[in-house]
């Protein structure tokens, strides 16, 4: 009979999400993860098969709790471009004031030479532009995104000043520049 886990799995996942974006996946050592789960080596290779099974559960975990939580907490359907501009607003305030990046981007940076690119990364990229075509669609039926502008290219735009401002965050850019950017972006997309 095999032994039930006698761990908090959502906090396991997390302490390991944090390890990564904080280290990335290659340097993140097998010490590291035993100090942000609280698991002993042979409790996450049985839980999670490696390293690689753990860094996928977590990156799963990350899409699921913390991209989708973002995008429900600050741009629902509802809130339309504010939801957007109060989304891209919300990267500039992490808790703790610390600068750990987002997991998908700081994953495609480190891993995008690899082919090809890791599924939660896609997965993060698509739930990302989904969330912005479907609200700058539904934006310009209501007459607030300029009509010359279509909603596709205008979410690929919304999805590359994203995530370039997840990378410049990570690199310590000056968040007031990162915050009239963003506003000047927001500006340029309304009717």
Not at 50 to 69: C, E, I, S
Not at 99 to 124: D, K, Q, W, Y
Request: charged share 25%; proline share 2%.
């Amino acid at each position: 009979m095999g032994r039930t886990r006698s761990y908090d799995e959502d906090a396991v996942l997390s302490g390991a999400m944090h390890a990564f974006r904080r280290k990335g996946y290659q340097a993140a050592s097998v010490r590291d993860l035993e100090d942000a789960t609280g698991l002993k080596v042979g409790s996450i290779y049985h839980s999670f098969g490696d390293k690689a099974g753990l860094f996928d559960a977590a990156f799963a975990h990350y899409n699921r709790v913390v991209l989708r939580g973002r995008i429900e907490r600050f741009a629902p359907a509802e809130a339309g471009m504010s939801g957007l501009l109060a989304l891209f607003v919300s990267l500039l305030h992490e808790p703790d004031d610390e600068s750990l990046g987002c997991l998908i981007t700081n994953s495609a940076v480190e891993l995008g030479g690899e082919a090809p690119p890791h599924r939660c990364t896609v997965e993060g990229l698509r739930v990302l532009t989904e969330t912005f075509t479907e609200r700058l669609s539904s934006a310009q039926q209501r007459g607030r995104l300029r009509a010359d502008m279509s909603s596709e290219s205008a979410a690929l735009r919304l999805l590359a000043l994203y995530q370039g401002i997840l990378v410049l965050i990570r690199a310590g850019h000056d968040k007031q520049a990162l915050a009239a950017l963003i506003q000047n972006e927001f500006n340029s997309l309304e009717a």
